[in-house]
C-alpha cells in the first residue's frame, strides 16, 4: 500500500478499522504490508482500532515470535505519535495481555464495546460470538476462555504452549472444512440481539471473513452491519469519516 494513493486528504478526521490479519512470522510479506500501513495511513488517522486475530496465534505476552517485533514496535512507534490505538482479542490471541498493551501503548478493549463513532452508536466486537450456529466452536470457546484453562495453559514451558496451539489450529482447520458456510457466518439474531442490548445503530466486526457493508432495518431504524476482511490476499480497511464508510482493499 501506498499512502500517497489514500482516497483521503490529508487533514480530514478519520478513523480506521481492522481485523483478521493473522501474521505469522512464517508471511514475512505480510508483515512488511502491516508495518507500511501502520507507519502510513493510520500515522494520519484519528485512531485505529483493531478488532482482533492481528495474530495468527499468540502463546503468551512472555514469548513474542520472533519475526513479530516488527508489529510490536510499529504500533508502539504508532501510539507514541499520538494516535490512539485499540485492540480487541480475536479468537486467535485472547492470550494478549497487559504487557502486550503496555509495549504497544495499545488500549485492550472488551469484546463487544460500544463507541460513539462520529455520532453513530457503534458496536465493536471481534464476531466469533455472533456464530451462534457453530455449537461445537462456542463449546471450545467457552473452555478456552476459563481463566483456569488460560492460567494453567500460561504456565506451561513454551514448547508445550507452542504443540497445543499448533494442534488447535490444526483441529480448527480440519473442522473448518467439514462444516457447512452458513453455520460459520454470524447469526442474525445474534446480531439484532447484540445491537438491541447495547443500543447500537451500527455493528462493525471481522471474523467471518467475508467483508461487506449489510442494511437492514431493526426495529424500525436503519442499522448497518459492516464485516471486516482479513489480510491473507490483500490488506483490508474500513475508514470512517464524519460523512460516511469506505471498506477499502489495500
Ligand atoms: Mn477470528
Given at each position: 500500500m501506498n499512502p500517497s494513493i489514500s482516497p483521503v486528504p490529508s487533514g480530514v478526521a478519520e478513523t480506521l478499522f481492522i481485523s483478521d490479519?493473522?501474521?505469522?512470522?512464517?508471511r514475512p510479506a505480510l508483515i512488511r504490508l502491516v508495518e507500511r500501513f501502520l507507519a502510513g495511513r493510520a500515522a494520519n488517522a484519528e485512531a485505529l482500532y483493531i478488532l482482533g486475530?492481528?495474530?495468527?496465534?499468540?502463546?503468551?505476552?512472555d514469548t513474542p515470535s520472533a519475526g513479530l517485533e516488527i508489529v510490536i514496535h510499529a504500533l508502539h512507534e504508532l501510539s507514541a505519535g499520538g494516535v490512539p490505538v485499540y485492540f480487541m482479542a480475536g479468537n486467535r490471541d485472547f492470550l494478549v495481555g497487559e504487557t502486550f498493551a503496555a509495549q504497544t501503548g495499545c488500549k485492550l478493549l472488551r469484546d463487544p464495546t460500544l463507541i460513539e463513532l462520529y455520532g453513530v452508536p457503534t458496536l465493536l466486537m471481534h464476531?466469533?460470538?455472533?456464530?451462534?450456529?457453530d455449537h461445537a466452536y462456542q463449546a471450545l470457546r467457552h473452555q478456552l476462555r476459563h481463566p483456569q484453562w488460560q492460567s494453567e495453559f500460561l504456565s506451561l514451558p513454551v514448547e508445550k504452549r507452542q504443540a497445543q496451539a499448533l494442534a488447535l489450529r490444526e483441529q480448527s482447520r480440519q473442522a473448518t472444512q467439514s462444516k457447512r458456510e452458513e453455520i460459520m457466518d454470524a447469526n442474525p439474531q445474534a446480531v439484532a440481539s447484540a445491537m438491541r442490548e447495547h443500543g447500537a445503530l451500527r455493528l462493525i466486526h471481522g471474523h467471518?471473513?467475508?467483508p461487506a457493508i449489510h442494511r437492514f432495518s431493526l426495529d424500525d431504524r436503519d442499522v448497518q452491519r459492516i464485516v471486516l476482511g482479513d489480510w491473507y490476499v490483500h490488506g483490508s480497511v474500513l475508514s470512517a469519516t464524519p460523512s460516511g464508510l469506505t471498506l477499502e482493499t489495500l
Amino acid at each position: 500500500m501506498n499512502p500517497s494513493i489514500s482516497p483521503v486528504p490529508s487533514g480530514v478526521a478519520e478513523t480506521l478499522f481492522i481485523s483478521d490479519l493473522h501474521l505469522d512470522p512464517e508471511r514475512p510479506a505480510l508483515i512488511r504490508l502491516v508495518e507500511r500501513f501502520l507507519a502510513g495511513r493510520a500515522a494520519n488517522a484519528e485512531a485505529l482500532y483493531i478488532l482482533g486475530d492481528l495474530f495468527e496465534y499468540w502463546i503468551g505476552d512472555d514469548t513474542p515470535s520472533a519475526g513479530l517485533e516488527i508489529v510490536i514496535h510499529a504500533l508502539h512507534e504508532l501510539s507514541a505519535g499520538g494516535v490512539p490505538v485499540y485492540f480487541m482479542a480475536g479468537n486467535r490471541d485472547f492470550l494478549v495481555g497487559e504487557t502486550f498493551a503496555a509495549q504497544t501503548g495499545c488500549k485492550l478493549l472488551r469484546d463487544p464495546t460500544l463507541i460513539e463513532l462520529y455520532g453513530v452508536p457503534t458496536l465493536l466486537m471481534h464476531g466469533d460470538t455472533l456464530c451462534t450456529d457453530d455449537h461445537a466452536y462456542q463449546a471450545l470457546r467457552h473452555q478456552l476462555r476459563h481463566p483456569q484453562w488460560q492460567s494453567e495453559f500460561l504456565s506451561l514451558p513454551v514448547e508445550k504452549r507452542q504443540a497445543q496451539a499448533l494442534a488447535l489450529r490444526e483441529q480448527s482447520r480440519q473442522a473448518t472444512q467439514s462444516k457447512r458456510e452458513e453455520i460459520m457466518d454470524a447469526n442474525p439474531q445474534a446480531v439484532a440481539s447484540a445491537m438491541r442490548e447495547h443500543g447500537a445503530l451500527r455493528l462493525i466486526h471481522g471474523h467471518t471473513h467475508r467483508p461487506a457493508i449489510h442494511r437492514f432495518s431493526l426495529d424500525d431504524r436503519d442499522v448497518q452491519r459492516i464485516v471486516l476482511g482479513d489480510w491473507y490476499v490483500h490488506g483490508s480497511v474500513l475508514s470512517a469519516t464524519p460523512s460516511g464508510l469506505t471498506l477499502e482493499t489495500l
